[in-house]
């Protein structure tokens, strides 16, 4: 253990490089618009993804209105429909999810919790929000583009993306592809940012294995997406190219609405090996920085110290290297050669051991805690579950022969969103009840934190859980309507509806923790620096909410690992990463 | 108090939902029990991991939630747990694992002897063809997909004369005959599902796919295209009929082959 808890006498090295010198803001804009504050970019990195998120909410309500209650909507028809499903997919899962956790907390987080002032590069930093913003634009201008935008399935697969049966596909699938384009470039400017920060930037004594888990989650997800994301960029480009250029990259012979065109010798499959190489880390990507945000919420709301910290870290990195060999699992009925299933199926089935390792430790974190059941934990705990649940109907995709009949059925969509759109939303969630303090300095109003919990934990299990059953009966997904099929019994439809009614009444609780969030701001009550008692050094500034440069005069110096929870002899129940208190002896050798 | 009880209840309620749940799959139609017996397993492994998990978490919450006087015990970790865990969880992934890639192997072998059959898709409808007297599909390219020629038959291979054509998107199989499933499609992706089969695969432009199924009981069942092919995707819809042998072939005989498809043509030119 001596890596992980040095005692107060372990050698703490001298500084390695000088303290550095920041560039100063000199009017308004530079320092709330144009800044290249970590913490300003964090703020407005959250707010843009909240914002377009709120988009993905709302076109969530109207394909559920569709499916729940059919022809309810006047302007709903196929076209429409599939436009929806599109844009609310690629939304949450790029524009949301990947933006909030890595450009988001990433910024907030990383240079507070290893000690830093800064990130390596600020003005970088400040470049890769500004092309973030601009790939939202073009991505929102598309709703007001001649044909709408593209309605080919968030996976955008050719040949249809860019044929003419498929709506948006004059200009929609287009911008589309520029705007994942330019997430990219900007994703990979705070990309770089986060690792080098980790590698470089870190305060004296803050050695690897004392992070907190969720710099360790954070920045192996940006490890990871700077590798994933160029397959993407490439195959975007390529499709653009199909599509404005008339190159055949993806694009075999074929008709289009009867038509001879004039391609030849593309593959289809080549696009759908290159979205996976990217998609399945996608799903990593967005929830290491779970996994890692989730682990401190736990240890610091249950004072305990995480459980197995050397064990997490290497579940980390390990799922981290597994999840980039396994993205053909989304592809057994693709009709790549079939012998690839062994081997998918292996590996995918692999990855269970590092992830249950990681749900054991949760829960052992839990064992002989001292549970505080704030909000933040709340959130924790529903993920849990939500993650469990999730991660458990995994294994039923993810072993060839089983996903089957269930691939491209309801059991799928009701597996992803709950293992990557409850789950991580919850912690989202939680993070940003756990953090708001100290960002706003003032705390939020407890008991609508906790409706908003009870609500949104209840409501989306139901939405999500009853859905695998719909799947395994043989619905489909990707339908506007099912009709004429013997097979289907009504009381699906009576369940489709009570699904409907449970996400709109989740999708309005929503304006509970808005209106939280703002009411708070300017009539919380003050929060003071460390509220939770933490031990991590974000609490430890000397300002809340920190000012640029988070420190102050001196850099912080880091003595211990980031669990010192309830440990004996101390007087409180933590010691601060900087506290070199001497009365604390590590533990046991 | 509350907070554990409602943790344990969602963990029960789904075990009960599960149980009572009238939405299960379809009657079996085609050899493929192996996979519904592997999806049980899964869901008996699955399931006990997820009640054990959520109650624990929930006794967690019960017996150690925050008093007044509390202390967390310290125990930064433990190995023989850690590892005692992972070497069981290693032999549940295992015992799912291990059934998937026997069943696997079966599923992308085709048994010697097996009929053909191809069926294509085009948006948003489904053809079929049978490879005729010789037994043999002959070749085909979407470059010579025309009027009288939907399926893109290559017209100088003498394998692909006789092979019999079905538009109109009703296809029929003999029962207890396993048969090889060609796909192609003419356009964009599509996916032949017939819930019943559980088998299904992609089709795709500018190559063929397979499965292989034994359709097990004789019925008339419905047809859907499980891959989005645009906005028509939910209406491309088709039937299967399983019959006995002489009802097929009854059928079939009724049926075009390519040559008398394009013989009026071949007038024509001359």
């Known amino acids: ?589 | 108090m509350a907070v554990a009880i409602v943790f344990a209840l969602v963990a029960v309620g789904s075990i009960v939902f599960h149980l009572v749940s009238p939405w299960w799959w379809t009657p079996i139609a085609s050899n493929w029990r192996y996979i519904d017996g592997t999806i049980s397993v899964t869901f008996w492994i699955t399931g006990f991991v997820f009640l054990a998990v959520v109650c624990f978490m929930s006794y967690c919450i019960l017996r150690f939630r925050h008093q007044e006087g509390r202390r967390a015990v310290y125990e930064p970790e433990n190995k023989r747990l850690e590892l005692w865990l992972s070497v069981v969880t290693g032999i549940g992934v295992a015992a799912m694992l291990a059934p998937g890639l026997f069943v696997w192997h079966q599923f992308v072998n085709v048994p010697d002897g097996a009929a053909q059959v191809e069926i294509v898709g085009q948006q948003w409808q489904w053809a079929f063809r049978f490879p005729g007297k010789d037994d043999r599909l002959g070749t085909s390219d979407t470059r010579n997909v025309a009027t009288d020629n939907p399926l893109g038959l290559s017209p100088k291979d003498p394998n692909g004369q006789d092979d019999v054509i079905v538009e109109g998107g009703e296809l029929h199989l003999p029962v207890n005959k396993p048969v090889k499933v060609m796909l192609r499609s003419l356009d964009v992706l599509h996916d032949f599902y017939v819930p019943e089969f559980r088998a299904k695969m992609d089709m795709i432009p500018g190559a063929v796919t397979y499965f292989w199924i034994t359709p097990t009981r004789t019925g008339t069942f419905d047809v859907l295209c499980a891959e989005l092919c645009g906005i028509g995707h939910p209406h491309m819809h088709g039937t299967v009929v399983v019959e006995q042998q002489n009802d097929f072939q009854a059928w079939l005989e009724k049926q075009q082959t390519f040559a008398q498809m394009s013989a009026p043509t071949k007038k024509a030119e001359r």
């Open chain 1, 1 to 589: 253990m001596s890596d992980v808890t040095l005692g107060p006498t372990g050698a703490v090295p001298p500084a390695e490089v000088e303290d550095v010198e920041l560039y100063h803001p000199h009017s308004w804009v530079t320092k709330y618009v144009f800044s290249q504050d970590a913490k300003v970019i964090a703020i407005q990195y959250s707010m843009t993804a909240l914002s377009i998120g709120l988009v993905a909410l709302v076109l969530s309500w109207l394909i559920r209105l569709q499916l729940g209650f059919p022809g309810i909507l006047s302007f709903m028809d196929a076209s429409a429909y599939y436009q929806f499903v599109t844009m609310h997919g690629m939304i949450m899962v790029v524009y949301l999810l990947t933006a909030l956790f890595l450009g988001g907390f990433g910024n907030y987080l990383i240079p507070l919790m290893v000690g830093a002032r800064d990130m390596v590069f600020p003005y970088a930093n400040m470049l890769s929000y500004w092309i973030y913003l601009l790939a939202v634009l073009v991505l929102v201008s598309s709703f007001f583009a001649p044909g709408g935008p593209t309605g080919a399935g968030w996976t955008l697969y050719p040949p249809q993306a860019i044929l003419s049966g498929t709506p948006g596909q004059e200009s929609g699938i287009v911008l589309m592809l520029i705007s994942l384009i330019l997430f990219i470039i900007g994703f990979t400017m705070g990309g770089l940012n986060y690792v080098v920060t980790v590698l470089q930037g870190r305060a004296r004594g803050m050695t690897l294995m004392r992070m907190p888990l969720t710099v360790w989650g954070i920045v192996t997800a940006t490890v990871m997406a700077l590798l994933a994301f160029p397959a993407l960029l490439v195959g975007a480009v390529m499709m653009l190219f199909d599509k404005l250029l008339g190159t055949s990259f993806f694009m075999p012979s074929l008709l289009d609405m009867g038509q001879q065109l004039e391609y030849g010798g593309g593959s289809p499959i080549l696009f759908q090996h290159l979205f996976w190489f990217f998609g399945h880390p996608e799903v990593y990507i967005v929830a290491l920085p779970a996994f890692g945000i989730v682990s401190d919420l736990i240890s610091t709301h249950a004072r305990r110290n995480i459980f197995g910290y050397r064990m997490m870290v290497w579940a980390i990195v390990g799922i981290g290297a597994l999840s980039f060999v396994v993205w053909a699992h989304h592809m057994y009925v693709s009709g790549m050669n079939p012998q690839f299933g062994f081997f998918f199926a292996t590996t995918t089935l692999i990855i269970a051991v590092p992830t249950a390792i990681k749900v054991y430790n949760w829960v052992l974190t839990l064992w002989r805690g001292d549970i505080h059941l704030n909000v933040p934990m709340l959130f924790a705990l529903g993920f849990i579950v939500t993650f469990v649940n999730g991660g458990l109907t995994g294994l039923f995709l993810g072993n060839v022969v089983v996903d089957v009949p269930l691939s491209d059925t309801l059991f799928v969509v009701a597996h992803f969103h709950m293992v990557m759109g409850v789950a991580p939303i919850l912690v989202i969630f939680g993070a940003i009840y756990h953090w708001y303090p100290k960002i706003t300095g003032r705390m939020f109003n407890s008991t609508l934190g906790k409706f908003h919990f009870w609500v949104t934990f209840l409501g989306a299990y139901a939405i999500f859980f009853p859905m695998h059953y719909l799947g395994l009966l043989g619905l489909p997904r990707r339908y506007f309507e099912l009709t004429d099929v013997g097979f289907m019994p009504a009381s699906a439809q009576s369940l489709n509806a009570f699904m409907t009614i449970a996400a709109l009444l989740v999708g309005a609780t929503q304006l509970v923790f808005v209106a939280n969030m703002i009411w708070s701001l300017f009539r919380g009550p003050a929060a003071g620096g460390n509220p939770w008692r933490a031990t991590t050094l974000e609490w430890q500034t000397p300002e809340t909410p920190p000012p640029h440069g988070n420190w102050g005069r001196d850099l912080p110096v880091v003595y211990r690992w980031a669990y010192d929870y309830s440990v004996p002899g101390a007087d409180q129940d933590f010691i601060a990463q900087n506290d070199p208190a001497p009365h604390v002896s590590a533990h046991g050798h």
